[in-house]
Each structure stands twice: as C-alpha cells, then as structure tokens.
C-alpha cells in the first residue's frame, strides 16, 4: 500500500527536524529537544546559548509541536534580538516573535490602549532630563548633569523594581540604594515631582511602557486572555538580568502555564544596580518543581588556560556566593598563557598596551579582533591617545546605528543602483565595491581633515572592510548576493565592524568575543570600583571581571598601574580578583616583565616627562591638574563666556548621541579649553587629555566655538 502524501510529507520533516540536532553537542541538544517547559539552562559563557535555543525553537517548528506564529522569544538588546531573527530565519524557523520586553510591552499597549481607553497611548518621552529638571526645581532641589544622571538611575531603579515614590525612601536603604549628592527623602520628592510633571504633560516614560503592559494584563481580562491566545510558549533569553516588573510582565504572558524556557548564566549577573535580579534565575527550579535543568558547559570561545582563569576567579567566590553557576570546559586547543603586567603609572600602562597592540598588528592580527576593556569610561582617555599616537585606530563603542548613518544610506542606494544593472562578470567583487563607494566619497587613504568628513570616511570604511570579507569567503559571489548580505544585516541590526581597536566599558562588552583582550586598569579601588563596600557588591564586581576575561578567545592581557600619574607614590596593587591564579603573591610564572623593566619585578616606568603647569612651572602629578594644564590653586584665566557655550554645545551634543556629558568632554576639559582657547586641532591635542579620536570627533565644533 503507497504512503500518503500526508505521510511523507511528515516523513520528510522528521529527517529534517533531525537534521538541526547533528551539529549541536549531547548538552544543545538536551535543550532543542526538551519542547515542552517549563525548562531553565544554565549556560557558561561561550557555550552556545543561542544556538541551542533557536534550534530549539526551529526543531519545534519542523516537528510541528509548535506554531510559529505563537511563540515570543525576548530578550534584552535590539541587537540580541536580530540576532535571533537572524539565526531562526538560516533554521527555517520563520514567523516567530523575537523582541525585547520593551519592544513586546510597546506592540501590546499600542494595539490594546485605545481599545480598553479610547485613545492613543500617550506618546514617550525621548529623555528624562527635562522633565526631571522640572521636577527638581517644583521641589527647588539643585541639579546639575551628573545630578540628573544619577537621579535618572534612580527613578528607572524604582521603576523596574517596582517601588513606587512613596516607599521609595524606605525601600531604597534596604535595596543599599545610595547616592552622594541627595538622601532617599530628596530622591522621593523628585521621583513624585518627576511622575507629575509626566501626567501633566501627557507623557511616559520607557519604563511606563512596561507598566502599562502590566496595567492592561492585570486589569483587563479580555486583553490577558487575548494574549494568552496568541502566544503558547516562550523563551526568554539572558534571564539573570530580568528585573521584577519584567518578571511581573512574564508571569502574565504565562497565565499560570508553564511552557517557558528560560536561559541564563549567575555568573553573568552584572546588571543588579540596575534593577535585574538573579533570583529568578536561581531560583526559577525551585518555583517551577517539575522544571528540567540543563547546564551548558562546554566553551568553545576560549582556550584551555583563558577558561582556567575565569574558572578559578569564579571559584574563590565559594558556592553560596554563586549559586547555580556552572563549571566551564573549553572544547579549543590549548593556547598562549595569559599575561599579567604591572606598571608604574597609567600613562606607562597605556604606552605599553598600545605597543603590544601594534606587535599585534603588524605580526597579522586583525584591529577589530583586539580590545581593550576597562571599568569606566574615564580609563579610555589615556588609551585613546597612546593608540593614536601610533596610527592605530580604535572606536569607542556605542556609537549611532551603522545603517542609519546618511553615507551608509547614500552607499545603499549606489551599490543597489549597481545590483539592479547586473552584476558585473569577470571584475573583481571588491574593485568594483570600491569604484562605487568612490563616487559616495570614500578613498583608500583617510582624509586629512577631522569632523564630518572624517566620520563619513570612516563609516565608508567599515563598508569595505565588510564587503572584503563577504568577498574572501564567498569568492564567487557577485554585487546581488552581496546586497542580500548587506539587507540581511541591516534587518536584524547586525552592522560590520570597522577595522580599529574597540575601546569599550567591562559592561559594554557583554555578549562580545575578540581574539586579543587587554583587561587594563585592573586594580583595587577600580576592580573592584571603590564604592563597592557590601559583600553583594563586591561580588557582582568579581562576576564583571569573569565577562571581561571570557571575552578573550586566544589571547588575554591582564595589567594594572600602582599609581595614576608618573612620578605618583606606587601604592596600588593589583584586584584581588587575582589572587586565586596566584599573581598577587607571586609574579615569577605568571607576571611577564616588560623588555623596560630594570629589574625583576619592578613595575615599568613611563619616559614621558611629567607635565609642568602653565602658570607656576611646577609638575603635575594629580590628574585633575594635568587636565587643566595648570595647579588647582593658580589662577585661572578662564573665559566665562566662551565656557558657558561650551557647556551648551556639549550638552546638545550628549543628547544627540544619547550620551552622558561627561563622556564627551570633561568639566575640566572644558575649563581647559575655555582658558587656553585653541585656535586649532594642533592646539587643542596639546590639551591633556584630549587624544585624536575625540578631535576628530568634536574638534571641528570646539575650534569654532573658541574661535567666533
């Protein structure tokens, strides 16, 4: 008797259900075949979190056990999320949801406000500070910037915490919520100030998105039943970083039902001042009895002995400091032994790395498959103008989305222009890639001048450098496949990198690799940082070190300076994040000596003179001195006026770019530049602190502004 079709057509899909399981290890595909939840992973760095849950999602897909069009997969970050677009689209796994809370939140208000209230839901404001400078002056509380940043952190803390303004200042002491410039009373008051203002003006905020998700679920049973309709099972990714109101948004997705999978890693909590909270990873087996746990293990990001490091870091923690967390195992080759280097100064920390980099570089390696990673922003300066004084590239991460740039989208239209006509047969992909993007304005060197022009450049680069490698690994691949990579990408937010160093915050470069990682500034008082009294917050500070060593695939520089300023006392030492590797009590293994170092042991010096103040000729050895160029106690010869409108110009531009102030220039910085008012780029790079990338950034706009 002949099959059906129904029954071949089953047949056929069975094989190809199968086939997503063979390139997955014994523990990915645990995960792609336990369909049915509730289901908590816990996965190590570099164990192939994602490709275990999209094929999870696809192997329900092709196996029919779920509708594509009723499952939601969220997780936290835009480019997070395309990714996993991306991935389930290359699986077959098309139609299924994959945003981020907010994202999510934001479809459902906007479908279901109008039909419980009657009218549009009310628009979101773009940044708090206006109205939070509102409310601090009804209250006739002082505020600067770094004032509004602070109490902007903290409204979005309550928040998501789900503390409302009036328990605001009995919760927050509990929380160890604690700021230098306001007490929890003064926090309360504007948190109320700031929530009036916002009705009056008939605005939310992102984090009300959430809230009024949550409103029309809890209130409005015809809107939670629609809901629980339309999607059946979810799969939450990066669930240690959930905050409550998240959670609470979850649990009302579900219904009460259970078919959730939910990944995550404890030792990757990083975010708990920002309102996530573990527990519900931690304890998600304990809620969920009949859950299934399945623990990835096996790395294979990094080599043998950078896994070594970051298991012994995370191993000194003890098991209650870490419950859940998982023991890594590294599937690659063994490698180089990671480098611990101790440094005189900060300036001699940064010389010496962008040295090392440049070895890099002209031994083969590739400049955007080499970062350097530090605690705060304020570390980047040094490093910036060390890596320009050798030509070498870099870019801070976080910058305007690469598809959305003008000169990207005027190169779109070019090579789309080109793609249309046909490709072009027997010319090089990468000749002709390079005659098109000539006619947008790029050149094979960069341009002299700073500004737009130079930014424009370096976008058209960043282009080339993509279609370079599209070219090398698909060499017979022509202009059309080459634009279907380039929409491919911009779907899902993917932009290429540019060929430079990145120069990014510990924080920032979650859920990023590079071959060669340089791990700078790691000393006590910054690694962990010097506000981290509590043993929760130390801890949390020791999970952010763990994020920048797995971030490293073959190469791992670990450095740190024992004072800030040449010619400083030397009195720092390196993290205590070190000492279960054992570098704190002995540096003959593991500390390799600079070719500088006199003798053994000893911390290399900077040969760059200590600068002299302008006024009095003394050295400078306190860093707030030398970026003003003068001694704090000698006068100044600022001008007002030219620094009131730098401070204007700089708080436009950190709205534009989304930007804190301070990351763009300095308070003294500005002060700086007001008293010696620059005339060019060359005057205004001898202003410490001030490197090329930041000239070739803002030089343009300074120089007209002390100029005018």
């Keep these: 008797m002949s099959q059906s079709v129904s029954d071949i057509t089953q047949a056929v899909s069975g094989r190809s259900a199968d086939a997503l399981l063979e390139a997955l290890d014994p523990e990915q595909r645990a995960v792609a075949t336990a369909l049915h939840g509730p289901v908590v992973v816990m996965a190590g760095a570099g164990t192939g979190k994602t490709r275990a849950i999209t094929h999870r999602i696809a ?3 092709r196996t029919g056990t779920y509708d594509p069009a009723r499952v939601l997969a969220v997780t936290f970050t835009q480019r997070a999320a395309g990714e996993m677009r991306g991935r389930l689209a290359q699986l077959g796994a098309n139609g299924v949801q994959a945003r981020t809370f907010h994202s999510a939140a934001l479809r459902q208000a906007k479908w279901f406000w109008p039909k419980v209230f009657g009218g549009e839901l009310p628009p979101i404001i773009d940044r708090k500070f206006p109205l939070l400078t509102e409310a601090a002056s009804r209250c006739r509380v002082r505020v600067d910037t770094p004032a509004l940043r602070d109490l902007a952190g903290e409204v979005e803390w309550a928040k998501v915490s ?5 328990d605001y200042a009995r919760v927050a002491p509990q929380s160890a919520r604690a700021l ?8 309360a008051r504007v948190f109320a100030a700031y929530e ?40 939450v990714d990066e669930y240690q970083d959930v905050s409550p109101l998240q959670q609470s948004l979850l649990d009302l997705w579900l219904g009460g039902r259970e078919d959730v999978c939910v990944v995550g890693d404890p030792a990757q909590t990083i975010y708990s001042w920002a309102g996530a909270d573990p527990e519900n990873l931690v304890r998600f087996a304990q809620r969920h009895p009949t859950a299934a746990v399945i623990k990835l293990v096996r790395d294979y990001r990094s080599t043998p002995q950078i896994v070594d490091v970051a298991n012994k870091v995370l191993d000194a923690a003890g098991p209650s400091g870490l419950p859940g967390r998982v023991t890594l195992r590294s599937q690659r080759e063994a490698g180089p032994a990671p480098v611990y280097r101790e440094y005189s100064d900060e300036v001699a920390e940064a010389d010496a790395v962008a040295r090392a980099i440049a070895r890099l570089r002209d031994s083969g390696t590739a400049l955007r498959d080499i970062a350097v990673l530090f605690r705060t922003n304020a570390q980047s300066e040094n490093f910036e103008q060390a890596l320009a004084e050798r030509k070498i590239p870099a870019m801070l991460k976080g910058a305007e989305r690469f598809f959305e740039r003008a000169e990207i989208r005027q190169a779109a239209v070019l090579l789309r222009g080109q793609a249309k006509a046909g490709d072009t047969d ?16 790029w050149t094979e060197e960069p341009p002299a001048g700073t500004g737009a022009v130079r930014d424009r450049w370096e976008s058209l680069s960043a282009l080339v450098t993509m279609a370079s490698d599209f070219a090398a690994a698909n060499p017979e691949a022509g202009i059309v496949a080459l634009m279907a990579e380039l929409d491919r990408r911009a779907s899902i937010q993917h932009a290429p990198l540019a060929e430079g160093v990145t120069l990014a915050t510990l924080h920032a470069a979650k859920g990023l690799e590079w071959g060669c990682v340089f791990i700078v500034g790691a000393h006590e008082g910054t690694l962990p940082i010097s506000y981290a009294q509590t043993p929760a917050q130390v801890e949390e500070e020791r999970r952010l070190f763990y994020v920048g060593v797995t971030r490293a695939k073959d190469q791992l520089s670990i450095s740190w300076s024992t004072s800030r300023s040449p010619g400083g006392r030397g009195t720092r030492g390196p993290t205590r994040f070190l000492d279960p590797i054992g570098v704190r009590t002995s540096r003959t293994s593991e500390w390799e000596p600079s070719s500088r170092t006199r003798g053994a042991g000893r911390a290399e010096r900077s040969d ?8 009095c000729g003394r050295g400078l050895t306190e860093p707030a001195a030398r970026k003003l160029g003068r001694c704090e106690d000698c006068p100044s010869s600022m001008d007002q006026d030219l620094y009131d409108a ?11 770019e989304s930007l804190p102030a301070f990351v763009i220039f300095t308070d003294a ?11 060019d780029e060359r005057e205004l790079l001898r202003i410490p602190g001030i490197g090329r990338i930041k000239v070739s950034k803002y030089g343009e706009p300074v120089i007209n502004i002390c100029t005018r």
Excluded: H, M, S
């Design 608 to 615: 760059k003179p200590i600068p002299k103040c302008r006024v």
């Design 646 to 656: 730098l401070f204007a110009w700089r708080a436009e531009r950190a709205a534009e």
């Design 162 to 166: 789900n503390v409302r303004p009036d």
């Design 426 to 441: 027997g010319v090089d992909l990468l000749d002709t890639i390079k005659g098109i993007l000539a006619g947008a304005g």
């Design 59 to 61: 192997y329900g897909v």
């Design 669 to 679: 910085t500005l002060t700086a530049i007001a008293e010696t008012r620059p005339a």
């Design 196 to 235: 009036d203002v916002k009705l009056e003006r008939g605005r939310i905020d992102l984090e009300d998105v959430l809230l009024c998700a949550v409103a029309l679920l809890a209130e409005d049973e015809r809107v939670a039943a629609e809901i629980r309709r339309q999607y059946r099972t979810f799969v």
């Design 180 to 187: 230098a410039a306001f007490d929890p009373a003064t926090i």
